[in-house]
């Protein structure tokens, strides 16, 4: 089972895939946004092509574990988009995610022009695999 992850941001869109067994996660691809219309497609033609039976999107809690505007946001993004997939889609916390991933790139040497280009795909790993890991039977 295929496994798409999700990394919403204002400017970009950082995917990732699991492996067919759902165990581990892969930088895929980062999404520049646009028109909500033409983000929702980009999103279902790789849905489609990668053959996906669920999206997990990373929900930016507060660190008290509120929802704060954000992750409004992103809900609201999520609706959109459970309109336009015929799977199911989750949310998995993503607190730190992105720090996490910055920190992953700055150990690799990477320029900052470069990082900007990968961030959002590594943080979408980092979600992805975060999710299969909590879900491991």
Same mark, same amino acid.
């Given at each position: 089972m295929r496994i798409m992850g999700l990394? @919403?941001? +204002?400017?970009? #869109?950082g995917v990732a895939i699991s492996d067919p067994l759902g165990w581990t996660a892969q930088g895929h691809s980062v999404v520049q946004r646009s028109t909500l219309? =033409?983000? $929702?497609?980009? *999103?279902? +033609? $790789?849905? &489609? &092509? *990668? +053959?996906?039976q669920l999206v997990v999107v990373g929900?930016?809690? =507060?660190? =008290?574990g509120t929802l704060?505007?954000?992750? /409004? +946001? #992103?809900? /609201?993004? @999520?609706? !959109? $988009?459970? %309109?336009? @997939?015929?799977v199911p889609i989750e949310y998995w916390d993503e607190r730190l995610?992105?720090?996490?991933? /910055?920190?992953v790139l700055l150990e690799a040497d990477l320029s900052r022009r470069k990082r900007r280009k990968v961030i959002d795909k590594v943080?979408? @790993? !980092? #979600? *992805? &695999?975060?999710? *299969? %890991?909590?879900h491991k039977s």
């Open positions: 990394d @919403v941001g +204002e400017k970009r #869109i219309k =033409n983000d $929702l497609a980009k *999103l279902k +033609e $790789l849905c &489609q &092509q *990668l +053959e996906c929900l930016p809690r =507060n660190m =008290n704060g505007p954000k992750a /409004e +946001e #992103i809900q /609201e993004f @999520v609706r !959109h $988009l459970h %309109d336009v @997939v015929s995610t992105t720090r996490s991933a /910055e920190r943080a979408a @790993v !980092h #979600i *992805l &695999q975060n999710y *299969l %890991d909590a």
